[in-house]
């Protein structure tokens, strides 16, 4: 099938472009013309392809790629562009090949009948399934526009927090990087050469060198053996991580972490209520929006609460009842549910909560950067200024001898 763009006069003498898919130009004519419109002009809609020498990127899709590609489509769909045209369309616009291509599969799905939500579930990778349930109670409530939007402004703020919090780490990177230098390189070339002219001085040497001589020799004997520890422990880590009790129980250290805790706890709540405010808005049914919103919140504490609400409002319960009794969720939440279950404006209140917790989170990330990088840079210099001691206290004591 070949798409063709087509400018007709309407029985009402109005003038209307569009598009129809037919195997050949004649074809496409008899269509329009079945529809009782005279085509004025026509030709074949030009398609990018990787055969026609596409030189788009190719590779992993990144989220900015996936939230531009819901907000292209949102905006086209405002526009009033039939959806297929809206695939078409943000499929050429794209400057990931990847997702393109994956754009073109969905358009031909769409062409051939699928909705939009389910010709991109199709790629679970690239659109998670609260994506496409959005998508699909949008279509199935007409507003597939706006949802779509809510859909992009919320991927927007993620990709928005991963770049700040990114940002915010670099320095203190570049710092704990620069520091663990000056440690291997002071261990590892610095002190075992100074140790022999420390030998030749006996056994009295101050206590802060013989802590450094011996941990020094301790790190060259056993390099080898302490990497392969390391490496096991991290593998280990990643394998009881990665079962479902040892997932629970490491959620729950980080959000009890000093300092940590509190900022994750609050960007981990904004999430859940953005997504859950956006679920709602879109249509889709209460019991799945709670289910949903808690494997998009990213934390297995929240996904297990969330599951727990779920299961007590298809019991009957009010859904701020059932978040209070879960004990994860604060009361921000619960008291800002409570009213939107009041008001019949749930989503309104739960993204007001999202926004009022998104602005103590950046507070939360500026006090934490401030407070990081000054605490590795006086861990480094104590470190370094405990070297200098235990190198220059034998050579200071060498003098007294001496004279």
């Given at each position: 099938m070949t798409t063709y763009f087509y400018t007709a006069l309407e029985p009402s003498g109005r003038r209307k472009t569009g598009y129809v898919d037919a195997a050949t130009r004649e074809a496409a004519i008899a269509l329009i013309a079945k529809e009782g419109r005279h085509v004025l002009e026509i030709k074949e809609e030009a398609r990018r392809t990787r055969a026609e020498g596409d030189t788009r990127k190719r590779g992993k899709v990144s989220k900015s790629d996936v939230a531009l590609f819901t907000r292209r489509m949102a905006d086209l769909a405002a526009a009033g562009l039939p959806l297929d045209r809206v695939l078409q369309v943000v499929a050429e616009q794209s400057e990931s090949g990847t997702l393109a291509e994956v754009s073109e599969q969905a358009l031909d799905d769409v062409r051939s009948g699928l909705p939009v939500s389910d010709a991109l579930a199709k790629h679970p990778k690239l659109f998670a399934p609260v994506y496409t349930q959005t998508l699909k109670a949008g279509e199935a409530s007409g507003q597939f526009a706006d949802v779509a939007g809510r859909l992009a402004d919320f991927q927007e703020k993620e990709v928005a927090r991963r770049s700040q919090v990114i940002s915010a780490m670099i320095?203190?990177?570049?710092?704990?990087?620069?520091?663990?230098?000056?440690?291997?390189?002071?261990?590892?070339?610095?002190?075992?050469?100074?140790?022999?002219?420390?030998?030749d001085l006996g056994d009295d040497l101050p206590l802060t060198t013989r802590m450094l001589l011996d941990g020094t020799a301790f790190l060259t004997q056993n390099g080898i053996l302490i990497l392969i520890v390391l490496a096991g422990a991290v593998i280990g880590f990643r394998a009881w991580s990665a079962a479902p009790?040892?997932?629970?129980?490491?959620?729950?250290?980080?959000?009890?972490?000093?300092?940590?805790?509190?900022?994750?706890?609050?960007?981990?709540?904004?999430?859940?209520?953005?997504?859950?405010?956006?679920?709602v808005y879109g249509g889709v049914p209460i019991l799945d929006a709670l289910r949903l919103a808690g494997l998009a919140s990213g934390n297995r504490v929240f996904q297990v609460s969330a599951e727990q609400v779920e299961s007590e409002v298809r019991e009957g319960r009010p859904i701020a009842e059932a978040m209070r009794d879960a004990g994860s969720f604060p009361p921000v939440l619960t008291h800002m549910v409570a009213i939107g279950e009041q008001t019949g404006d749930l989503p309104k209140m739960l993204g007001r909560v999202s926004d009022s917790l998104d602005f103590e989170v950046d507070n939360g990330m500026r006090r934490l950067t401030a407070l990081v990088e000054p605490v590795i840079v006086l861990s480094m210099g104590v470190f370094v200024g405990f070297v200098v001691l235990s190198v220059l206290l034998p050579i200071f004591q060498a003098q007294q001898l001496v004279k």
């Open positions: 320095y203190p990177g570049v710092l704990t990087l620069t520091a663990v230098f000056v440690v291997v390189f002071l261990l590892t070339f610095v002190v075992p050469r100074l140790s022999g002219v420390f030998k009790a040892g997932a629970i129980a490491k959620d729950r250290a980080i959000l009890k972490l000093p300092i940590v805790g509190p900022v994750v706890m609050k960007a981990t709540v904004s999430r859940f209520a953005r997504v859950l405010g956006t679920l």
